[in-house]
Nanobody, 119 residues
Framework: VQLQASGGGLVQAGGSLRLSCAASGRTFSSYVMGWFRQAPGKEREFVAAISWSGGSTYYADSVKGRFTISRDNAKNTVYLQMNSLKPEDTAVYYC?????????????WGQGTLVTVSS
């Protein structure tokens, strides 16, 4: 599956952004989808994930209660709604896809979209 992330930009602290990740292929609904981020000088970290059906979601503690992951299997798209943004959320955000029991590193990754939160 090929992934294309979009929706990044510059926003003030406390603001909101919605990231989208469009996937190619007819088997999108069979993939677990996730969002990761990498801040300057830091390692890539997990942000959120959603099961193939959308029935289960998982979040990093740092974004729990502020970010919401969702998916629309009819549109082959996964979203990340980000509210109450903080300067420490500044990073390049990547979407990823994997099948059950597969490691994320073995899955498919998009090119990333930059989110900058100003204080």
């Amino acid at each position: 599956v090929q992934l294309q992330a979009s929706g990044g930009g510059l926003v003030q602290a406390g603001g909101s952004l919605r990231l989208s990740c469009a996937a190619s292929g007819r088997t999108f609904s069979s993939y677990v989808m996730g969002w990761f981020r990498q801040a300057p000088g830091k390692e890539r970290e997990f942000v959120a994930a959603i099961s193939w059906s959308g029935g289960s979601t998982y979040y990093a503690d740092s974004v729990k209660g502020r970010f919401t992951i969702s998916r629309d299997n009819a549109k082959n798209t996964v979203y990340l709604q980000m509210n109450s943004l903080k300067p420490e959320d500044t990073a390049v955000y990547y979407c990823a896809a994997k099948v059950e029991l597969q490691d994320w590193l073995g899955g498919s990754w998009g090119q990333g979209t930059l989110v900058t939160v100003s204080s």
